[in-house]
């Protein structure tokens, strides 16, 4: 009963801002998502990753660890979705980035933040931004069919990563007063991002949900035995392993989506998998925490 109770105070604020979200458009309020996706991905994150990463009194070492250990995570996800697109003759281009990867932000972050706590954030920062560069780079190859490396070093969340890891390497704090500044925008992040996700998830239009409902169920094991092998390989002490089988365990985003569209995929099949997996979250989140707890 405790557990439940743990696992439900830790999972309650994710979704219920989420729902905020989803209830405003359904009331008819206006959101614009391009606007607020760009001040979070643009601002906010990056401000709330090199906070993160400077103030973290997680050990280097740990930290290189874990980076090591969601590559084989990933890695291992990308065999197992790819046997599973070839199997299902489904189309690379459309299917197998969103099938690997999760929504480490807008969902991992305050899962872990909520579930353990400053050190968890910490940990989870790592895995997303392992996560985002993966997705810059590999992401958009299978979607497009090619990427530009110089698209990469562009994004101000890879920078803010770069610059905040070289903070915690050296030792270095920014002043008092800036710290606090970024901070303060940084902690903008989390609950802007969760309302965004409510609001994207309640404008997408699905179609064939049955087969998107298989797919998250698959994504889902799938994920979460990449994590578990890449965590117990590894030897990841138990709170980076618990925020890794999280992170990676995480549904679909909706910037697959964005993607799909930006790349003139076929957007439908990714928005099913959007609906269905962050849906199938609301059950199978829970669990894992429970088991990783």
């Known amino acids: 009963m405790n557990l439940a109770l743990t696992v439900l105070n830790i999972t309650a604020p994710v979704f219920l801002l989420a729902a905020v979200g989803f209830v405003w458009v359904k009331l008819g309020f206006e959101y614009r998502v391009q606007f607020v996706t760009r001040m979070a991905m643009t601002l906010a ?23 090591l250990a969601s590559l084989v995570a990933y890695g291992f ?24 990867f999760g929504n480490t932000g807008n969902l991992g972050l305050p899962l872990a933040l909520f579930a353990f706590g400053e050190a968890g954030l910490g940990y989870a920062v790592v895995v997303f931004a392992v996560m985002a560069i993966l997705s810059f780079t590999v992401g958009v190859w299978m979607v497009a069919g090619g990427g530009s490396p110089a698209n990469l070093v562009k994004e101000p969340v890879v920078a803010a990563t ?5 903070f915690l390497w050296q030792g270095w704090e920014t002043p008092t007063f ?4 970024l901070d303060l925008i940084g902690q903008m992040a989390i609950p802007m991002m ?5 609001v994207a998830v309640a404008r997408l239009e699905t179609k064939a949900m049955s087969r998107a409902v298989v797919l998250s169920l698959v994504k889902a094991v799938i994920c979460l035995g990449g994590g578990w092998l890449a965590a117990t390989w590894l030897g990841l002490e138990p709170i980076a392993a618990a925020v890794l089988i999280v992170q990676v365990a995480t549904p679909v ?5 964005l993607l799909a569209e930006k790349y003139g995929e076929d957007a439908q099949p990714v928005a099913g998998l959007v609906v269905a997996s962050t849906l199938l979250s609301v059950i199978a989140l829970p669990l894992i925490l429970a088991f990783v707890i």
Request: aromatic letters at 6%; one cysteine or more.
């Open 253 to 257: 985003a909706v910037t697959s989506y």
């Open 162 to 166: 770069l610059l905040g890891a070289l």
């Open 45 to 67: 994150v990056p401000c709330l990753i090199f906070v993160a990463l400077m103030k973290t009194e997680i050990e280097p070492e740990a930290l290189a660890a874990l980076s």
């Open 77 to 100: 996800v990308m065999v197992g979705c790819f046997i599973v697109v070839k199997l299902g003759r489904l189309d690379l281009q459309t299917y197998l980035a969103p099938l690997i």
């Open 194 to 198: 969760l309302i965004t996700l409510g």
């Open 178 to 181: 800036l710290t606090n500044a």
